[in-house]
């Protein structure tokens, strides 16, 4: 399927114009290498059962392994973490070389110092065009000692702050 009446680039700048948190979503694989990749396409989906879902292009390098493991992890970054972010958003062997992570219940990588981890174990996982949409069962929800810093935002192609009313 093509609709060729929308055109890319203003349909890039419309998606842009959703502001949206940023999270990194990891996964392991079955050597125990960690793998991860910045994403904004991530969504809550349900409460009972609780379920949070991510969106991955199918050229990420990320996909491989998650589509084995069956399990992924979304990192809800601050506003101190736009350089972790900006890393995760480049192709790359060594994303998480000097980056404090753990395991938790799932195995996929939980990033320190981020506002929250919620780590999901795949219960579906759909085509959506050029993208794989993943919708994971919530295992596992891990706060840390960042919880009440403030979100890193992004807004039509950048950064962006919270400003509270
Ligand atoms: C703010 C931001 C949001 C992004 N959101 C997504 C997303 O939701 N899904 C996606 O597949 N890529 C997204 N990307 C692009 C990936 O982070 C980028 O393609 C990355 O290089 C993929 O890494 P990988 O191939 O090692 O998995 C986003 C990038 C930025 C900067």
Request: charged share 15%; hydrophobic share 40%; glycine share 10%.
């Amino acid at each position: 399927m093509n609709d060729n009446s929308i055109d890319s680039d203003q349909f890039r700048r419309a998606c842009g114009l959703w502001g949206s948190g940023v999270s990194i979503v990891t996964t392991v694989d079955a050597a125990g290498t960690p793998y991860g990749l910045t994403m904004n396409a991530v969504s809550s989906l349900s409460l009972n059962p609780a379920m949070f879902l991510v969106c991955v292009d199918n050229g990420s390098d990320t996909l491989p392994p998650m589509l084995e493991s069956r399990v992924y992890c979304v990192n809800i970054l601050t506003q101190q973490q736009q350089d972790l972010s900006n890393r995760f958003a480049k192709k790359g062997q060594d994303k998480f070389s000097g980056v404090t992570w753990s395991s938790g219940v799932t195995g996929a990588p939980i990033i320190a110092q981020t506002l929250i981890s919620l780590e999901c174990e795949v219960s579906n996982v759909y085509e959506g065009g050029d993208h794989q949409i993943f919708c994971g069962v919530v295992r596992g929800l891990v706060s840390n000692e960042a919880a009440d810093a403030e979100p890193l935002l992004f807004y039509s192609g950048r950064y962006a702050e919270l400003v509270k009313s």
